[in-house]
Each structure stands twice: as C-alpha cells, then as structure tokens.
C-alpha cells in the first residue's frame, strides 16, 4: 500500500485515532515499543512484556487458542492490564514476527 493510497483513511480518522496512528508510526520508526522489550539472549530475542521473559507471541497465541484476557492475568500474576493492551498493540503492529514465532515454538 503506498501514502496515497492510505491517505483518504488518513484523512478519514477521528482527532483521537489520528494521535494513536502517529504514536503507532513514531513508535515503528523508534523501534520503541512502551512496555514491551526485545533483549538480546532472552528469549532468544523475542519481544517480551517489561522486565520479564514473558514473550508477547505466547500471550497472542493463548488469545488465539480462547483465552481471555481474565483468564491471562490469572495465569501471569504478574502482568497487569496495561501489559496486555501493550503486548496487544505490538502485536498488531508486528503480525508477522508474531505468527512467525508462534509457528517456531508450536509444539506437537
């Protein structure tokens, strides 16, 4: 997709959606991602959750299965809401690297 394809929807956005696609761009281009690591020899790399060795693949991938978010920070008592929407936002930022390492850890 070029700009100018993208720009009618762009143009399109609500003020609030207009800011989290600017944060979404600065964040891509930063490789800054608010909560969420990528820690050489940690998880062999993966993006995880702050402070943690919680991938956000493995977050994403128990979504898939049906868990919910509840059901997560149950699991993860150490993870919050915040971490969830974080890891979420990522994600989706990053479909590929997360279906990519989801796909390398499946097991059988």
């Known amino acids: 997709m070029t700009l100018k394809e993208l720009e009618p929807q762009l143009l399109a956005l609500s003020p609030t959606e207009k800011s989290q696609a600017i944060q979404l761009i600065l964040n891509s281009l930063?490789?800054?991602?608010?909560?969420?690591?990528?820690t050489l020899n940690v998880c062999g790399g993966d993006?995880?959750?702050?402070?943690?060795?919680i991938p956000v693949w493995l977050l994403v991938s128990y979504q898939q299965q049906?868990?919910?978010?509840a059901k997560i920070l149950e699991a993860y008592p150490t993870l919050n809401a915040?971490?969830?929407?974080n890891a979420w936002i990522y994600a989706e930022s990053?479909?590929?690297?997360?279906?990519?390492?989801?796909?390398?850890?499946?097991?059988?």
């Open 94 to 108: 990053h479909p590929q690297e997360i279906a990519t390492a989801i796909l390398e850890n499946e097991t059988d």
């Open 30 to 38: 930063l490789n800054s991602w608010h909560g969420i690591e990528k």
């Open 47 to 53: 993006a995880c959750i702050r402070s943690t060795r």
């Open 82 to 85: 915040v971490d969830l929407a």
């Open 66 to 69: 049906g868990l919910s978010d």
